[in-house]
């Protein structure tokens, strides 16, 4: 399988728990996406990454939020001391310069 | 921000029947995408559009990038069952790299 793998596909915490999340961008594709995603809504840009540089946050992404991609590969995602609120679909995606976004299955998170 | 208005916001048709949903912006965007999105899984990319007026068909989807670069539709042909799902128009402007999307067009298909 050649496309973007997220893990683990389901995440439930208690409020208050640190979780991380892995993402697997195309091999080739030098950008990756983060976009969370809630019920009945379209997915909501995160962070970007280009290769191993973070070039831009959304105001979504509170302090409690860090991504990372340290070799210009695979990516997480930590949310420290969750909320209720943080309970969502995580999306990751990737592409080659700006060529369309590949997008995979995601991460739900269910926060107790 | 910048939003898109989806429309409709959700559609229950027969199979056999056409389907056609859009998406417009209050700003000019430079690509328009369309993609759908099962339960459980990430969106899919069905069709990417670069230029305005650009009309594209992936089999029995066709697409277009409307002349004021601020819409775009998105046509079905002859549905089939495996077409439930929500679509969605996503759309990025100049070198911007992120994507924003549309609330998305729930299709049910009755066999």
């Known amino acids: 399988d050649t496309g973007v793998s997220q893990d683990p596909r389901h995440k439930i915490t208690k409020r208050g728990q640190n979780v991380t999340f892995r993402c697997d961008p195309i091999?080739?594709?030098?950008?990756l996406y983060w976009y969370r995603q809630t019920l009945g809504q379209g997915p909501e840009f995160l962070t970007y990454f280009q290769n191993e540089a973070q070039l831009e946050k959304s105001r979504l992404l509170s302090d409690r939020f860090s991504a990372e991609r340290p070799k210009g590969s695979f990516s997480t995602l930590e949310i420290q001391r969750t909320e209720q609120g943080d309970s969502a679909m995580y999306l990751c995606?990737?592409?080659?310069?700006?060529?369309?976004?590949?997008f995979g299955d995601g991460t739900r998170l269910s926060i107790l | 921000g910048q939003q898109l208005n989806q429309s409709p916001q959700s559609m229950f048709i027969q199979e056999g029947e056409d389907v056609s949903m859009n998406c417009t912006s209050s700003?000019?965007?430079?690509?328009w995408l369309w993609y759908k999105q099962e339960p459980g899984e990430g969106p899919v990319l069905l069709i990417a559009?670069?230029?305005?007026?650009e009309l594209t068909s992936n089999g029995r989807l066709t697409a277009q990038f409307g002349i004021t670069r601020k819409d775009s539709f998105l046509n079905i042909s002859a549905s089939i069952p495996s077409d439930v799902g929500i679509y969605f128009c996503?759309?990025?402007?100049?070198?911007?790299?992120?994507?924003?999307f549309g609330k998305g067009t729930l299709l049910t298909v009755n066999p």
């Open positions: 559009l670069y230029k305005a007026g």
């Open positions: 995606a990737s592409s080659l310069d700006l060529t369309p976004q590949h």
């Open positions: 700003s000019i965007f430079n690509t």
């Open positions: 091999s080739e594709h030098n950008r």
């Open positions: 996503a759309c990025r402007g100049g070198s911007n790299y992120k994507l924003t």
